[in-house]
Nanobody, 124 residues
Framework: HVQLVESGGGSVKAGGSLKLSCAHS????????MGWVRQVPGKEREGVAA???????SYADSVKDRFTISRDKDKNTLYLQMNSLKPEDTAMYYC???????????????????WGQGTQVTVS
């Protein structure tokens, strides 16, 4: 049973930084793509960053040059380093995994088979 568990969310002032982590169970197939999706109540879900098994990445334009996604396969952990945070980055952030191309998550066409429970990020 694959599990994804996010951590690292919190409240921060505009311009600050946070690093999200997503620990996943070892049985997650190593060739899946992983990513981060965020959602604000009443708004559409947004794919913000994705990484495939080879380390290729894609980012939403809204976070490019501010967010960095990475994964450590030995530690079974996905990360999202978020710098220069803005109030509009406030959202629930979900770790996702599945068999899709990274750009598909950003485009909103990926079917994310696995989801974490989410971690709240609030920027004021």
């Amino acid at each position: 049973h694959v599990q994804l568990v996010e951590s690292g969310g919190g409240s921060v002032k505009a311009g600050g930084s946070l690093k999200l982590s997503c620990a996943h169970s070892p049985d997650l197939y190593s060739s899946v793509s992983m990513g981060w999706v965020r959602q604000v109540p009443g708004k559409e879900r947004e794919g913000v960053a994705a990484i495939d098994s080879d380390g290729s990445t894609s980012y939403a334009d809204s976070v490019k040059d501010r967010f960095t996604i990475s994964r450590d396969k030995d530690k079974n952990t996905l990360y999202l380093q978020m710098n220069s945070l803005k109030p509009e980055d406030t959202a629930m952030y979900y770790c996702v995994a599945g068999f899709w191309l990274t750009w598909e998550l950003i485009a909103g066409t990926a079917n994310a088979e696995y989801w974490g429970q989410g971690t709240q990020v609030t920027v004021s």
